[in-house]
Nanobody
């Protein structure tokens, strides 16, 4: 069974940085899409970033391009989200998600089958 364990959230000041981690197990992740979403209070869950574990394609929400980077450690089956220049409006619960698709990336949360428990990111002004 696929499991995703998320860590790395916390409180940071505006323009600060945080790195989130998502340790994956129970799947053949070389054929999966890995993604990060976030959900702020009172708002819908929104796409942040994703990549195809097989390589060659990454996507970012326009709002985070140039500041966030999604990466992976194959040996550890772990995905990271490096977040720089954080803004107060990016305070949210951040989620790691995956689905067994290796050829396209979806930005729609309901298309992801597996989710990790979210981690709170709070950005103070």
């Amino acid at each position: 069974q696929v499991q995703l364990v998320v860590s790395g959230g916390g409180l940071v000041q505006a323009v600060g940085s945080l790195r989130l981690s998502c340790a994956a197990s129970g799947g053949t992740f070389s054929t999966y899409t890995m993604a990060w979403f976030r959900q702020a209070p009172g708002k819908e869950r929104e796409f942040v970033a994703a990549f195809l574990w097989s390589g060659g394609r990454w996507e970012y929400a326009d709002s985070v391009k140039g500041r966030f980077t999604i990466s992976r450690d194959n040996a550890k089956n772990t995905v990271y989200l490096q977040m720089n220049s954080l803004k107060p409006e990016e305070t949210a619960v951040y989620y790691c998600a995956t689905r067994p698709r290796f050829f396209d990336i979806s930005r729609v949360s309901r298309e992801y089958a597996y989710w990790g428990r979210g981690t709170q990111v709070a950005v103070s002004s």
